[in-house]
């Protein structure tokens, strides 16, 4: 046959049922009882949807169980409860064993829910104290049971002692209960495992524990699996700790290390990709494998029976089209106790795509590059005044402005690329290109195998990079809640002066060389944002010359249904129809952020009735209105995945208002003649783009097609100056190279060049 195989996908931390698609109604929220911050005898179970359509989908996508657990709004949570992704009832999928499974959770969140209505606990102190109450409460409940068995003077005539809100902390107490913790930081962890001692219990997993690569001992004396994530990152300041290399380390120290969803967090159908850049980062292939299969079921106790392949387990094995590893692998078939759950359609043929086993790791390539900055470890292989500099013998990737994707130009071979002053003076072929005398001259490293490839800096065009560094943390913003016609996104854009910064510097490191900004994020209280912008990730501050701010590429508007759709068009039809779109405003665009296709339809009406030039940006349903779009002048759609921070083509339906979003959105539009760009959507992610863009290769898109995707096709939908987005003579210098193929994971940033700022060997955090 072939395939690649691998034992079924185990995702040990979903709340696929109890957070259930769609997502967004209150209706389907069953994960979190958060009326007491202490319940640990509610059933995860008991709200368990069974026909959530995220469990099918988790299963075609390999995953075969899943532990399901209460959400994290409580310090005790409840019951969780493990599963097979087969049958139709919680009856039919549960696996019992008789054993308890409690979720409790530490840190930031419960303090937020109960703090926001003064309640205890509103601070660490207080959630310690809460649990140490409940669990004192629990150890006299297990000594009354205790000496009732024994027969004590003290009990005699009395019934046995009950309490069914402290039971499952007894069993906790008689360790027949499974303990996973929700929790991040070094404190808390060490916090949660001092009161184990305390009261001598094992806590089995810490999920998420962004911070336990600090402290990997304490987790590998005390036999704690860490059930963590492999990027998701700097969502909130508990995760802004996070490293990329936190699996392997903690794996190198010994430590049992899994990775999960956190489902609808993550995907879980996407377990695959988030153990591929765990791979990416430093994690052995084994490893990260075993991470989504051994690990996670020995955690859950059901090592003995499925996360193996081995005579006597159960028969849970998926047949990959490719190695699994590989971005883009899509399960074939996937088997539950011998059953295939995905067998071909009538006169279906399914065959691997590719018995390729890539070999990568951006930890053994970091010295690819020979030359100038490159050779300057004593600065960090960072030079900031770099006023003449070519790239010689790489492949070349030029994109170009005003073509459609499927027409970019393909790559130049052995190609130069001169720069001088911040600007690009020449590129081409070598011939056709000398090296201007005095030029520092950067080259594949010899004896390392490095193959270059040249690339337009790649252009973010929907996240708020520069604008929210912790998005639970308003400190840390620079935009508005609500939005003003007059307000420019660019007048709030940090940099990273003093220190701060870190994910202007995780997109950087990762391509990126431009990204566009949107008042209030795109998404105010009112119908009309403000002035939308762009700028270069160089530089300490916008001031800085490096940094290159466009200040208004067009104006951010959105349907705001609170008061309903028909009041939101007539809102956007006076402000609109009150502009001057023949003379002052004829180049300006209106970028509405948007993914409902009905709403975006609404929009089409508006446009052509008023003429303005449209952007829409979001657009997870902007398929299903493809030829409307395409037979409107003048507009493009900007597909951003912003409800997923794993590498996809478009946001997953999980929404009531995104049920109908595909995979293939993007790729509808393109071949109905709609201009169209990808984007992340996710500032956390953004360091992914490049990988959401090899994604299109799976269309048939070629390399520099699937490139300008996300160089000149966003440059021009949003119409930045001439030159951004591409390169060629003229244009302002903003490159990437890698080294390998610059759209997987076999492909690693070398080189970003950013005006006269040259940042070899760029780390993520």
Not at 69 to 87: D, E, H, T, V, Y
Not at 573 to 586: H, I, P, S, T, V
Not at 660 to 674: D, Y
Not at 681 to 708: F, H, M, P
């Amino acid at each position: 046959y072939g395939g690649f195989v691998t034992p079924g996908i185990v995702d040990m931390h979903s709340h696929a049922g109890v957070y259930s698609y769609p997502d967004d109604l209150f209706a389907t929220q069953d994960g979190n009882e958060m009326t007491n911050p202490t319940f640990p005898q509610v059933q995860a179970r008991d709200g368990f949807r069974p026909d959530d359509p995220a469990i099918a989908q988790s299963r075609d996508s390999g995953v075969t169980t899943m532990q399901i657990l209460p959400g994290s709004g409580n310090l005790m949570g409840g019951q969780a409860f493990r599963i097979k992704l087969r049958g139709s009832s919680v009856h039919d999928m549960i696996y019992e064993d008789g054993r308890t499974a409690l979720k409790m959770a530490c840190g930031e969140n419960p303090k937020r829910v109960y703090g926001s209505r003064h309640q205890t606990p509103m601070s660490r102190m207080g959630n310690i104290w809460l649990m140490r109450k409940k669990l004192s409460e629990a150890a006299q409940l297990r000594n009354a049971q205790d000496a009732w068995c024994r027969g004590d003077a003290t009990t005699s005539g009395r019934d046995y002692p009950v309490d069914v809100s402290l039971q499952p902390l007894v069993e906790l107490l008689r360790g027949r209960a499974l303990l996973n913790v929700h929790c991040y930081t070094v404190g808390d962890l060490a916090a949660l495992v001092h009161l184990s001692h305390e009261f001598s219990f094992s806590i089995s997993a810490f999920h998420h524990a962004l911070e336990a690569y600090k402290v990997p001992e304490l987790m590998r004396e005390n036999n704690i699996t860490v059930a963590t994530f492999s990027d998701l990152w700097g969502y909130k300041f508990e995760a802004y700790g996070a490293s990329v290399r936190s699996p392997r380390v903690l794996r190198d120290a010994g430590v049992a290390m899994a990775l999960k969803s956190d489902h609808p967090v993550l995907v879980s159908g996407n377990l695959a990709v988030e153990a591929a850049k765990a791979h990416y980062y430093g994690l052995g292939a084994e490893d990260a494998l075993r991470a989504i299969t051994r690990v996670p079921a020995e955690s859950i106790a059901m090592g003995h029976r499925v996360g193996s392949l081995a005579a006597g387990m159960d028969a849970d094995f998926v047949v990959w089209d490719r190695y699994p590893l590989s971005l883009g692998a899509q399960a074939l078939h996937v088997y539950i106790d011998g059953v295939d759950m995905k067998p071909p359609a009538l006169g279906e043929e399914r065959k691997p795509r590719s018995t390729h086993v890539p070999t990568f790791s951006a930890l053994q390539r970091e010295r690819a590059v020979a030359g100038g900055a490159c050779e300057l470890l004593s600065s960090g292989l960072r030079d900031e005044n770099a006023t003449s500099y070519a790239f010689v013998g790489v492949r070349l990737y030029p994109s170009a402005r005003g073509v459609r994707v499927s027409d970019a130009p393909s790559a130049v071979e052995n190609a130069t690329v001169v720069v001088e002053d911040g600007s690009v003076t020449c590129a081409g072929a070598w011939a056709a290109c000398p090296v201007p005398a005095g030029a520092t001259v950067y080259s594949a490293r010899p004896g390392t195998g490095a193959e270059l490839s040249l690339v337009a800096g790649f252009i973010e065009s929907a996240s708020e990079i520069g604008q929210v560094e912790i998005a639970s943390e308003q400190a840390t913003y620079s935009l508005a809640a609500s939005g003003g016609a007059t307000m420019r996104a660019i007048d709030g854009i940090r940099l990273g002066a003093e220190g701060v910064g870190k994910h202007v510097h995780a997109a950087r490191a990762a391509g990126i060389a431009g990204a566009v900004v949107y008042p209030a994020g795109g998404a105010s209280s009112g119908p009309v944002g403000g002035k939308a912008g762009a700028f270069r990730l160089a530089g300490s501050s916008i001031a800085a010359g490096d940094a290159y701010p466009v200040d208004y590429v067009g104006i951010s508007v959105r349907v705001d249904t609170s008061a309903g759709v028909p009041a939101a068009i007539a809102s956007l039809r006076e402000y609109l129809g009150g502009m001057d779109w023949k003379g002052a405003n004829r180049s300006t665009r209106v970028l509405l952020h948007e993914h409902q296709a009905d709403n975006i339809a609404a929009m089409l009406r508006l446009q052509r009735e008023i003429g303005f030039p449209m952007v829409i940006v979001g657009g997870a349903e902007a398929h299903v209105v493809a030829a409307e779009i395409a037979a409107s002048p003048n507009v493009s759609v900007i597909v951003a995945a912003s409800n997923d921070q794993t590498p996809r083509l478009n946001s997953p339906p999980m929404g009531w208002n995104t049920r109908r979003a595909r995979e293939s959105g993007f790729h509808i539009l393109e071949r109905a003649g709609v201009p169209v760009a990808l984007a992340t959507g996710n500032t956390d992610n953004a360091r992914s783009l490049r990988w959401v863009a090899g994604l299109a290769r799976e269309y048939g898109y070629s390399t520099a097609a699937a490139l300008a995707l996300i160089t000149s096709s966003p440059a021009d939908a949003v119409g930045l100056p001439p030159g951004y987005g591409e390169v060629r003579a003229g244009a302002p210098a903003a490159l990437a190279v890698l080294d390998g193929d610059p759209l997987s994971f076999e492909g690693v940033p070398a080189v970003v060049a950013i005006g006269k700022r040259i940042e070899c060997a760029p780390r993520q955090l």
